[in-house]
């Protein structure tokens, strides 16, 4: 995505948003970890550190940004309430450290691991 000012353009890449929000989940309380957006054979593959972003996709509709994240959550805590969590923490840091405009964030929980 490019913004353009006075001084010139700046370029950030749909990899450095993922790495950003990817991060910024993981920091929320009731997560376990990422899960890969594109799942095999029903196999779950928990993602943390440096590959928290294959667990995020990112798109581009009308100059604002729909981020979707795949979860595994804790069990025993309430998903609606980690799910709250996640959306209101991506969007601030995501908003704050790019300043782009977050139209949507998309929560899928994936699993839920005791």
């Not at 948003?17 to 993981?26: K, L, P, R, T, V």
Request: hydrophobic share 45%; aromatic share 4%; glycine share 8%.
């Amino acid at each position: 995505m490019k913004i353009e000012s006075d001084l010139g353009t700046i370029d950030i890449t749909r990899k450095a948003i993922a790495d950003i929000a990817g991060n910024a989940a993981m920091e929320c309380y009731g997560l376990v970890g990422m899960a890969h957006k594109h799942g095999k054979d029903g196999l779950i593959e928990i993602l943390s550190g440096d590959q928290a972003n294959k667990g995020v996709g990112v798109r581009i509709e009308d100059d604002r940004l729909i981020i979707e994240l795949y979860v595994i959550v804790e069990y025993a805590i309430k998903i609606s309430v980690v799910a709250e969590n996640i959306i209101a923490n991506v969007k601030y840091k995501v908003e704050k450290q790019t300043s782009l405009k977050v139209k949507r964030i998309c929560v899928n929980v994936v699993s839920v691991r005791v």
